[in-house]
């Protein structure tokens, strides 16, 4: 039988991400993975992050001076944070941060969240034509939390999945049909178990104490197909997660909790399947399970 890890090298995963720091957050793990495997990986990020809020206390003191910045700043701190998980490409395609849902920067004229939908389509179908993915990676309808960027990015990245084979956008090169589209996931029963551990160690349960069934960014377990081994990864993790350093605040457990911790219980990384053109059975422990390096699937 052949080595399933062996002749995976040369496939491709491409994320769809809104903002600066959410490639880490939910799936930095896969993204490491993917380089230690011999993938290549592509991360495009929609928006410029520009409205998000100051945590740095350093940075937050001098908002003034920062604010200005704040595109580039976040523009270094995700470049940073791809070279350590190895990403192999980053691709910012500029659009304005819009701000958390109901905020009046959803209005401004180049809010992702406003954005002519045909073209900015086109824009993540110019990139998977040309970064030919096997693998795409994006939120579920909800966004992940319900911010305006995350559904804007489900939405022009189902679409675009979708439009990069068929012959629409001719000029935008060659059709590409992606194998297996995934959502990124947080399941319930994880939230119940990182509860329960703060808990009996004494702590404040990261997520508050709500019911896990009433918080807007947990996923059913039932639509939870893929579960990723990330744990000889997550010191990267962390340290990409800390490369955003205008992003950081207490509350992120990749930070807070101790490293053994963290590699012994929450190292792994969830995903849900939305489609797969190659055979596959669930549940997966790999994004790549049922594709090979040599099969590319018809364009
Ligand atoms: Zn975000």
Redesign the pocket.
């Known amino acids: 039988m052949k080595d399933a890890e062996s002749d995976v090298s040369g496939l491709r995963l491409l994320a769809v991400?809104?903002?600066p720091?959410?490639e880490t957050i939910t799936m930095g793990g896969l993204l490491a993975l993917c380089a230690d495997r011999g993938m290549s990986t592509s991360v495009i990020c929609c928006t410029d992050?520009k409205v998000a809020t100051i945590f740095d206390p350093e940075y937050a003191a001098k908002e003034d001076e920062i604010r200005p910045r704040l595109k580039e700043i976040r523009e270094a701190e995700l470049r940073r944070a791809g070279e350590i998980l190895g990403v192999s490409e980053i691709n910012f395609l500029g659009f304005g941060d819009s701000g958390m849902a109901g905020t009046e920067t959803n209005n401004a004229p180049e809010a992702f969240w406003r954005a002519d939908f045909d073209e900015a389509v086109g824009r993540v179908v110019a990139h998977i034509r040309r970064f030919r993915p096997q693998v795409v990676v994006t939120y579920d309808g909800n966004g992940g939390y319900g911010?305006p960027?995350?559904i804007q990015a489900h939405r022009v990245t189902l679409v675009a999945v979708e439009a990069a084979y068929h012959a629409v956008y001719p000029d935008l090169g060659a059709p590409w049909r992606v194998s297996k589209l995934y959502y990124t996931a947080f399941p319930r029963s994880e939230v119940r178990r990182i509860a329960e551990m703060a808990r009996a160690a004494g702590m404040k349960p990261p997520f508050g104490e709500a019911d896990p069934d009433s918080l807007d960014f947990v996923t059913p377990d039932e639509l939870v197909t893929t579960r990723v081994n990330c744990r000889d990864q997550l010191s990267r993790k962390r340290e990409a997660l800390i490369a955003h350093r205008s992003q950081l605040t207490e509350e992120f457990a990749l930070l807070s909790v101790p490293e053994e911790i963290l590699r012994e219980h929450f190292s792994d990384e969830f995903y849900q399947l939305v489609f797969s053109r190659v055979p596959t059975t669930l549940p997966e422990t790999d994004v790549f399970a049922g594709l090979t390096g040599e099969a590319s699937p018809p364009a």
Do not use: N, T
Request: net charge negative.
């Open positions: 991400h809104a903002h720091d959410d992050g911010h960027d995350h």
